[in-house]
């Protein structure tokens, strides 16, 4: 057996105004998963593109791949060397089937000159990978009938096809949930048995140290640190990554609560319902719940994203009437959804353009005109207070890091100065020296006043972060947490078993 499946010799990769890989090396064993850790803008996805042949490094780096120099011009060629990427958004066309996900842009063909789709030779090579590989799916159900999870097993299956010897994913289980992440894990064991290699970037850092076999951490484009995983632990794998120790993970502190804030009375919806909550000024909430629990879908109804059936919504003891999201920003009640690329920003947008965008109007306007100086005045104000890193405010915001698109995002809703923050996922995605600045930025709204209501599927960053936890059940409320009780093993008991309420 070749000692390494896959070389990196000198990367370096420079865009107008940032050297983004600066003289990287890494080497990947047959059979192994190469865990890639750093904070978002350390260059792991630059580096992954390269090895995908998205982009092209710099003149002096090499790659080989069983150690063989090779130029990689562009995913197709990479597929020809055994590559795949999954990314951490998938790329699968919904409308159509599993099978013609599976072979798209590589048909089987049939007739003279292979002009036509030999749909019977597609499902059948589907149908014997998926029975191959251990799955149930019907070759025919159609992409946007599965979950999340089942669409990664998909893009697994894809890769399998493809004979890939490296598989690259990025972020693979920010959306899934924990037995899930179970049955990926299990698969990857498997290939990883049959000599297929992974690089496995992700920002869990319990995952790395659950699946990985060497960890490479990178930060500002250099690679500053690799060991076999054994040889590390969670505060000196930290360490490396944000080049200091975080003493305090959580920078939770104690802080005035006052009257007022939101309060649910009866709340009923389509995957809700009798929902009575409270979340007063000065207090970071908590809602914790397994996926499907209804949790997501109470914070839209809130926000007027979906219809409310029933109840009452009261902001500062008054109640509200909110049908849609301009309703709910006109009572100062603002949301950041856990879909940031669909629903918190406009990628193709500039930062200047994101972070007014809810103010249009109002605090940035003269009458019907945009008044672009208080505009770029108050955007600076906010990039500075956030430290959203962007090279110019006029750079695109898909251009950002994670963690910095999710800051232009807090950014845009608190201009607006709202009473109420609904967090849906915050930290989802994003690295942890990103995550510790956006639970600093969440004690000082708290310390002015905001009343802030947090869902997350991290139960130790709701422990961590909130003075009392709810917890959702299967639509209901099955309870609620403080003090003693705000501790791992009740939440989960609540959030399968259910509590008196339902």
């Avoid at 865990?35 to 790659?63: D, V």
């Avoid at 003493?247 to 802080?255: G, L, Q």
Wanted: hydrophobic share 40%.
């Amino acid at each position: 057996m070749e000692e390494y499946r896959l070389e990196l010799d000198h990367i370096s990769k420079f865009f107008p105004g940032v050297k983004a890989l600066d003289d990287v090396s890494l080497r990947l064993r047959p059979g192994s998963v190469h865990a890639l850790a750093g904070e978002n803008g350390a260059g792991k996805s630059t580096l992954m593109k390269i090895i995908n042949g998205i982009y092209r490094a710099e003149e002096g780096g090499q790659i080989r791949i069983n150690g063989e120099p090779v130029q990689i011009r562009d995913p197709v060629h990479a597929r020809s060397h055994g590559i795949s990427m999954i990314f951490q958004e998938l790329n699968y066309v919904p409308e159509l089937t599993i099978e013609e996900n599976l072979f798209l842009c590589r048909e089987p063909v049939k007739g003279r000159g292979g002009w036509f789709l030999d749909r019977k030779a597609a499902h059948e090579q589907a149908a014997g990978l998926i029975r191959s590989e251990g799955f149930h799916y019907d070759p025919r159900t159609k992409m946007k009938e599965l979950s999340v999870s089942d669409i990664q097993m998909i893009e697994i299956l894809k890769a399998v096809s493809a004979d890939a010897s490296i598989i690259i994913m990025d972020e693979p289980t920010s959306a899934i949930t924990d037995k899930e992440v179970e049955i990926l894990f299990d698969k990857i064991r498997q290939l990883k048995d049959r000599g297929v290699s992974f690089i496995y970037i992700s920002h869990r850092l319990e995952e790395i140290f659950q699946i990985a076999d060497q960890v490479t951490v990178m930060r500002d484009g250099k690679v500053v640190h690799t060991a076999p995983a054994k040889e590390l632990d969670h505060d000196t794998l930290i360490a490396h990554m944000v080049g200091r120790r975080l003493e305090h993970i959580y920078p939770k502190e104690p802080v005035p609560v006052r009257e007022g804030g939101l309060e649910l009375k009866d709340c009923c919806g389509g995957a809700f319902r009798h929902i009575s909550l409270h979340v007063r000024r000065g207090e970071i909430v908590g809602m914790a719940g397994l996926m499907g629990a209804g949790r997501t879908e109470l914070a839209r109804a809130v926000f007027g994203m979906d219809p409310l059936e029933s109840g009452e919504i009261l902001l500062d003891g008054e109640k509200v009437v909110i049908r849609h999201p301009a309703d709910a920003k006109n009572q100062g009640l603002a949301m950041v959804s856990e879909d940031r690329r669909q629903f918190g920003f406009v990628g193709c947008r500039s930062v200047r353009e994101n972070i007014a965008l809810s103010s249009l109007g109002e605090r940035l306007g003269r009458g019907r005109l945009l008044d672009l100086g208080a505009e770029t005045r108050a955007v600076g104000e906010m990039v500075e207070l956030f430290r959203v890193k962007t090279p110019t405010i006029q750079g695109k915001v898909e251009n950002l890091s994670g963690g910095n698109q999710q800051k232009v995002v807090l950014s845009k809703w608190f201009l607006i100065g709202p009473r109420v923050l609904i967090l849906d996922e915050p930290t989802r995605g994003i690295d942890v020296g990103a995550k510790f600045e956006i639970y600093a930025h969440m004690t000082q709204l708290a310390r002015k006043g905001l009343a802030i209501l947090m869902i997350s599927s991290d139960l130790p960053e709701l422990i961590g972060m909130c003075d009392r936890i709810y917890v959702m059940c299967r639509g209901h409320l099955a309870g609620e947490v403080s003090g003693q009780d705000k501790n791992q093993t009740t939440i989960m008991k609540m959030a399968i078993e259910g509590g008196a309420d339902r």
